[in-house]
């Protein structure tokens, strides 16, 4: 089947219909279309990728925020199992900084930087190589029913130390909730990253939804672009991944039960040189710096990047000046910045996994409820994964159910 684009054609006829060109929506279908069975996209907008999507800023790639992928979840499983082997750079934390109280600290990510740091003391430091233990010996799904706070508190009573275990909490689940993210979200990322850790992709995250697209049409999908149906087309099977738990309630006509998202202020900055800081993450402020740049096709010549991110609480407002004035405490000065792109407020998480809901646990199916052939896919949805493993794997999911329910499917005669 050839890619559609004319949203005046009628609807074509596919075992499952998919409404959602994003990662979710696009993973989805070519897991169906690998299966033999036929599948058409629908995508609103004229373009594929959703918050994936990368854009191009005279020279510079810019993510829609900081984007990493964990080499070790769900999502790179889920790639990988399309023929997908997506290629980047790790970050450059080799002499990482933390900052706390005005000024910038080495960054106590081992045996060696955790003694030499000035940002604890020694009380500090044995206080917190012993939270890190408890934490990555942790079973995450034993602790689903407490919040982050309420987990932080369990393992340290020093309030630094604290502060830099809240500080890494952030970072590694870009959520900013410790009362009501469930405990087990971040146990779980915090022993990704420090087992396996993550990459900055080559080209950006446009460098997934390139691949993953052309794997749809590769397995003989179908792609439709500039049309969303308001309602659920008449299919055997329909596959909704539009975003959030609102966005598929109004679609699937089910009430999914209300979220808390989380969000970002993001601002990404192009460099006439490489910064003097290449990692800097907030203690007292929710906010981290890093150089997204290095990946291939990512700067221009001789130039650099980085990418800027503000943790917003739920009720925090936005403040560029908040992230430049992070910037300029990093080292970036003004006259080194030749282009900046600022995003007033990102959707990092559209529904996070509370304590009060079970943790990951209690997310929803992607089995639409009294809806036979209806299946939902997102970062909301599923027991695996967080982020874009969530999305991944969920999307893994349906496609499963999807293809099983049309194997069920009484033979027209």
Known sequence: ?????????????????????????????????????????????????????????????????????????EGVAVLRRLGVTPTGSPPATAGARMAFGGRTYLAPGDVASLLRTGLLGLRDKVALASALRRLTTLDAAGVAALTVRQLVDDVTTRERVAAVVHAVVRLTSYVNAPDELSADVAVGQLQRGLDDGVVYLDHGWQQLVDVVAAAVIDAGGSIRTGHGPLRLPEAPAVIVAVGGPAAASALVDHDYPAAIPSYVSSLDLGLRRVPPHRFVLGVDEPIYLSDHGRPVGMTPDGAASVSLANYLAPGDKPDRHRLETFARGAGIAADDVVEARYLHRMTTVTAIATADGGGLAGRADVTVPDRPGVFVVGDWVGRR?????????????????????????????
């Open 1 to 73: 089947m050839e890619r559609i684009t004319n949203d005046s054609d009628p609807l074509p006829p596919a075992d499952v219909h998919v409404i959602g060109g994003g990662l979710g929506g696009l993973a989805a279908a070519a897991l169906v279309a690998r299966s033999g069975r036929s599948v058409v996209v629908h995508e609103q907008l004229g373009s594929l990728g959703g918050r994936a999507v990368s854009d191009d800023v005279n020279g510079f790639r810019f993510n829609r925020g900081p984007h990493a992928l964990y080499t070790g979840g």
């Open 385 to 413: 994964g967080h982020l874009a493993d969530a999305v991944l794997a969920s999307a893994e999911d349906a496609a499963t159910a999807a293809v099983r329910h049309l194997e069920r499917r009484p033979v027209a005669r």
